[in-house]
Protein backbone atom coordinates (compact mmCIF):
# COMPACT_ATOMS: atom_id res chain seq x y z
CA UNK A 1 0.00 0.00 0.00
CA UNK A 2 1.53 2.95 -1.64
CA UNK A 3 1.73 6.16 1.63
CA UNK A 4 2.56 9.82 1.11
CA UNK A 5 2.04 11.75 3.67
CA UNK A 6 2.75 15.37 4.10
CA UNK A 7 3.97 17.86 6.93
CA UNK A 8 5.39 21.30 7.64
CA UNK A 9 2.23 23.27 6.56
CA UNK A 10 1.60 25.85 8.76
CA UNK A 11 0.65 30.21 9.24
CA UNK A 12 3.68 32.25 8.47
CA UNK A 13 4.35 36.34 7.68
CA UNK A 14 4.37 37.21 4.15
CA UNK A 15 8.51 36.91 3.00
CA UNK A 16 8.87 34.20 5.52
CA UNK A 17 9.85 30.45 4.58
CA UNK A 18 8.69 27.52 5.31
CA UNK A 19 9.92 23.67 4.29
CA UNK A 20 7.06 20.84 3.40
CA UNK A 21 8.35 17.47 3.45
CA UNK A 22 6.51 13.85 2.22
CA UNK A 23 7.90 10.72 3.22
CA UNK A 24 6.91 7.61 1.04
CA UNK A 25 6.70 4.25 2.01
CA UNK A 26 5.21 1.49 -0.13
CA UNK A 27 6.65 2.27 -3.57
CA UNK A 28 9.86 1.80 -5.17
CA UNK A 29 11.15 5.29 -4.41
CA UNK A 30 13.82 6.17 -5.99
CA UNK A 31 12.23 5.15 -9.56
CA UNK A 32 9.11 7.00 -8.84
CA UNK A 33 9.04 10.96 -10.67
CA UNK A 34 7.48 13.22 -7.89
CA UNK A 35 5.99 16.62 -7.97
CA UNK A 36 4.28 18.90 -5.74
CA UNK A 37 0.98 20.53 -6.55
CA UNK A 38 -1.71 23.36 -4.74
CA UNK A 39 -5.48 23.84 -4.13
CA UNK A 40 -6.38 27.11 -3.14
CA UNK A 41 -10.00 26.96 -1.70
CA UNK A 42 -12.30 27.25 -4.71
CA UNK A 43 -9.86 26.34 -7.52
CA UNK A 44 -8.42 23.49 -9.06
CA UNK A 45 -5.12 21.53 -8.16
CA UNK A 46 -2.29 23.36 -9.76
CA UNK A 47 1.60 22.45 -10.30
CA UNK A 48 3.89 23.72 -8.46
CA UNK A 49 7.00 21.43 -8.86
CA UNK A 50 8.58 18.56 -9.88
CA UNK A 51 11.97 16.17 -9.99
CA UNK A 52 13.21 13.31 -11.43
CA UNK A 53 14.18 9.95 -10.23
CA UNK A 54 17.54 10.82 -9.09
CA UNK A 55 17.31 14.64 -8.51
CA UNK A 56 18.96 15.83 -11.40
CA UNK A 57 15.77 17.40 -13.18
CA UNK A 58 13.81 19.54 -11.74
CA UNK A 59 10.91 22.09 -13.25
CA UNK A 60 9.09 24.78 -11.41
CA UNK A 61 6.18 26.55 -12.11
CA UNK A 62 6.53 29.82 -13.39
CA UNK A 63 4.70 31.46 -10.42
CA UNK A 64 7.22 29.76 -7.88
CA UNK A 65 10.40 29.76 -9.73
CA UNK A 66 13.56 31.73 -7.74
CA UNK A 67 11.43 31.13 -5.06
CA UNK A 68 10.65 27.56 -4.07
CA UNK A 69 13.37 24.31 -4.47
CA UNK A 70 12.02 20.70 -4.74
CA UNK A 71 14.87 18.32 -3.55
CA UNK A 72 14.65 14.62 -2.67
CA UNK A 73 16.61 11.88 -1.02
CA UNK A 74 16.34 8.54 -1.86
CA UNK A 75 18.19 6.95 1.19
CA UNK A 76 15.06 8.27 3.61
CA UNK A 77 12.27 7.82 0.58
CA UNK A 78 11.75 11.55 1.29
CA UNK A 79 10.79 14.30 -1.26
CA UNK A 80 10.82 17.98 0.08
CA UNK A 81 9.53 21.59 -0.84
CA UNK A 82 11.54 24.82 0.54
CA UNK A 83 9.91 27.91 0.02
CA UNK A 84 11.06 31.33 0.67
CA UNK A 85 9.83 34.72 -0.29
CA UNK A 86 6.77 33.84 0.69
CA UNK A 87 2.98 35.28 -0.62
CA UNK A 88 -0.50 35.51 0.04
CA UNK A 89 -0.88 33.94 -2.54
CA UNK A 90 0.79 31.37 -2.46
CA UNK A 91 -2.03 30.23 0.63
CA UNK A 92 -3.32 27.01 -0.55
CA UNK A 93 -3.48 23.05 0.43
CA UNK A 94 0.18 21.61 -0.78
CA UNK A 95 0.03 17.73 -2.27
CA UNK A 96 2.91 15.74 -2.40
CA UNK A 97 2.02 13.38 -6.05
CA UNK A 98 4.49 10.31 -7.23
CA UNK A 99 4.03 9.39 -10.74
CA UNK A 100 6.22 7.98 -13.77
CA UNK A 101 6.91 10.59 -15.98
CA UNK A 102 9.23 13.22 -14.72
CA UNK A 103 8.26 16.75 -14.82
CA UNK A 104 4.90 16.11 -15.61
CA UNK A 105 2.64 18.96 -14.86
CA UNK A 106 -0.46 17.52 -15.13
CA UNK A 107 -2.39 15.86 -11.89
CA UNK A 108 -3.10 13.01 -13.93
CA UNK A 109 -0.36 11.60 -14.62
CA UNK A 110 0.21 10.96 -10.72
CA UNK A 111 -1.26 7.77 -9.55
CA UNK A 112 -0.58 8.30 -5.94
CA UNK A 113 -1.38 11.69 -3.52
CA UNK A 114 -0.44 12.52 -0.12
CA UNK A 115 -3.69 13.91 1.96
CA UNK A 116 -2.02 17.32 2.29
CA UNK A 117 -0.48 20.11 4.33
CA UNK A 118 -2.37 23.62 4.98
CA UNK A 119 -0.26 26.73 3.96
CA UNK A 120 -1.24 29.73 5.08
CA UNK A 121 0.54 33.53 4.26
CA UNK A 122 -0.37 36.41 6.33
CA UNK A 123 -0.19 39.74 4.80
Known sequence: QVQLVES???LVQAGGSLSLSCAASGLNFPAAAMGWFRQASGKGRDFVAAINWNGGRTYYADSVKGR???SRDNAKDTVA???NSLEPKDTAVYYCAAGAISGSELPSEYAYWGQGTQVTVSS
Open 8 to 10: GGE
Open 68 to 70: FTI
Open 81 to 83: LQM
